[in-house]
């Protein structure tokens, strides 16, 4: 029979745990594909997990063909690295043609519009709030969810886009510990007019033991700026009573603007993460279960990938289930295989290098820093890794997201 003949399967029934970007693309990736799909959140609602934000290209092409609003999303952005004293370590290049489809490199906004617009395109009834997960159970014909008010349910197949705490996770591959970076961040936002701010740029900076960097955002028809400051901690040790104040003192002695950025934003628009990752997993898929996001591939804001990567799962995990029959136990596994084996490559070296960049700029020897900043200073080697090689990656993702 056929390729123009073949009957089309039935809808499958598709289950995704978790409610954030990795679970709402997921969605709406599994229903293009023709699937029937509830997403069980164990909240609420579906909360933002912080407030500022970075997507690159690839991300937002892969929104824009899950049929997510993304005109006038964010602020298209140039991007360098500088010392403290303003000299230019990076100039981020740009592939001309992906520029000028895209306005620039990634952009600047605040998570809440993302889960706005993402929450606009997902049909009504798919997501059900306030569902706790307790347990998993799969066998060859179906995977059972079981909830805390002792109701189950029944699914095909089961994308786990719960977290850095997965318990989709655990239930498949068991618990490891996470992986500590021992740093923290402090960030914000502001919409007030700052000298020094220059329309679509961002810039990361750093000084022996600090990174303070800004960014252009634009924000439901506002333009403002997003900033950061990020050292090293104990991550057990309790956060500082006054975010803001903590992120002034780490500012102190950086260029403009950015202590005219932090001095300018509201205190409850500063917020505080501690960076944690795990280390990549050999397998992501099981019988008929996957993982999606943070589940699969946690990382830290080192990389500003982390949504990006859980938005382009979300695309990838629908596009391997067009066209399939879920009752079909090996057609699942062949698929689900289909769609982590060329995103594992991809996201372990997004997670590797964040956590390489974050030893390498904030846990070296205190004797070493003046010989890594005279390497970074005067020789092109931050350049080729960090500003060079840029291109033919988002290039690389852009031509693997096609309708």
């Known amino acids: ?61 892969a929104l824009g063909l899950l049929g997510v609003d993304i005109e006038d ?13 303003g000299k230019v370590r990076v100039d981020v290049k740009q592939d001309p043609d992906v520029r000028a489809a895209f306005g620039g490199g990634f952009i600047g906004l605040l998570r809440p519009e993302l889960y706005e617009r993402l929450l606009l395109a997902v049909p009504s009834g798919v997501i059900r709030f306030s569902q706790q997960v307790d347990r998993i159970e799969q066998d060859e014909r179906a995977v059972t969810l079981h909830f805390s008010d002792g109701s189950s349910a029944e699914h095909d197949v089961l994308v786990g886009a719960d977290g850095i705490d997965s318990l989709v996770r ?11 970076h021992r740093l923290h961040v402090f960030g914000g936002f502001t919409f007030d007019e700052v000298d020094g701010t220059t329309p679509n740029m961002c810039v990361l900076s750093h000084n022996r033991t600090v990174q303070g960097s800004w960014t252009s955002i ?16 104990d991550p057990d040790a309790p956060a500082p009573p006054d975010l803001k104040a903590a992120a002034t003192r780490l500012a102190t002695g950086f260029p403009a603007p950015l202590p005219g950025l932090i001095a300018a934003t509201e205190p409850r628009d500063v917020q505080r993460w501690v960076l944690r990752d795990r280390k990549p997993l050999k397998q992501w898929s099981k019988g008929r279960i996957t993982l ?21 799962d979300g695309y990838f995990i629908g596009r391997a289930l067009r066209g399939l029959d879920l009752t079909d136990l090996s057609a699942v596994r062949t698929a689900l295989q289909s769609y982590e084996d060329p995103r594992k490559p991809h996201t372990a070296y997004q997670v ?3 956590w390489m960049l974050g030893k390498v700029f904030h846990h070296l020897p205190a004797p070493l820093r003046p010989v890594r900043d005279l390497i970074f200073d005067h020789t092109p080697f931050l350049q080729k890794v960090a500003g060079d090689t840029n291109p033919k990656t988002i290039n690389r993702q852009l031509a693997l997201i096609v309708d």
């Open 1 to 61: 029979m056929s390729s123009a003949t073949r009957p089309t399967p039935p809808p499958g029934r598709v289950a995704v745990l978790g409610a954030g970007p990795a679970g709402m693309t997921t969605a709406l990736g599994a229903i293009k594909a023709g699937h029937d799909v509830t997403v069980y959140e164990r909240y609420r609602e579906a909360r933002p997990a912080g407030n500022i934000l970075n997507l690159w290209p690839p991300p937002l092409k």
């Open 73 to 85: 999303l964010g602020a298209p952005t140039d991007s360098q690295f500088r010392n403290i004293r």
């Open 170 to 180: 655990r239930t498949l591959w068991g618990d490891a510990p996470k992986r500590e």
């Open 218 to 233: 634009r924000h439901k028809g506002r333009d403002g700026n997003q900033w950061w400051v990020l050292t090293a901690t």
């Open 292 to 312: 999606a996001g943070d589940a699969a591939h946690p990382t830290s804001p080192y990389a500003a990938y982390g949504a990006g990567m859980s938005i382009e």
């Open 352 to 354: 590797q290098q964040a």
